[in-house]
């Protein structure tokens, strides 16, 4: 792992994205707001911290499995047992977000800050 600093900065913004949400729902009652937290908010952040994550360090299946494995005590905590399968969505998303981020390290690793070649 190259830069060990990115993971533990993103997977400390997925640990507290994952509980902050829903602490908010409690205090705002709104399906509206679980709705767009789980379908939006939580894929798109499991996904640009993917790409961080790929970019920094390369192809790392660590980022995907600790979203699951952060999502899954929010599951017992806040929510309904339904909405398990949604563990494996996000691990799919971050998943995809590290795999492009490798994608983009290895297409510019050959170029120079200013795009030449080295």
Same mark, same amino acid.
């Given at each position: ?20 949400? &829903? ?5 705002? &009652? ?5 709705? !767009? ?5 939580? &894929?798109? !952040? ?15 299946? /660590? ?15 806040? /929510? ?32 120079? &800050? ?5």
């Amino acid at each position: 792992m190259k830069n060990p600093k990115i993971m533990i900065d993103c997977t400390l913004g997925t640990l507290t994205a994952f509980f902050a949400f &829903p602490i908010i729902m409690l205090a705002v &009652p709104s399906v509206t707001f679980l709705s !767009l937290t789980l379908l939006f908010i939580f &894929p798109v !952040l499991s996904f640009i911290c993917g790409i961080l994550c790929g970019k920094e360090n390369g192809f790392q299946i /660590y980022y995907p499995l600790l979203v699951g494995v952060f999502f899954l005590p929010t599951v017992f905590l806040f /929510y309904d047992t339904s909405v398990w399968p949604m563990m494996m969505f996000y691990m799919v998303i971050a998943l995809a977000g590290v795999a492009i981020g490798h994608f983009i390290n290895v297409r510019s690793s050959g170029k120079r &800050p200013n795009g030449r070649l080295k």
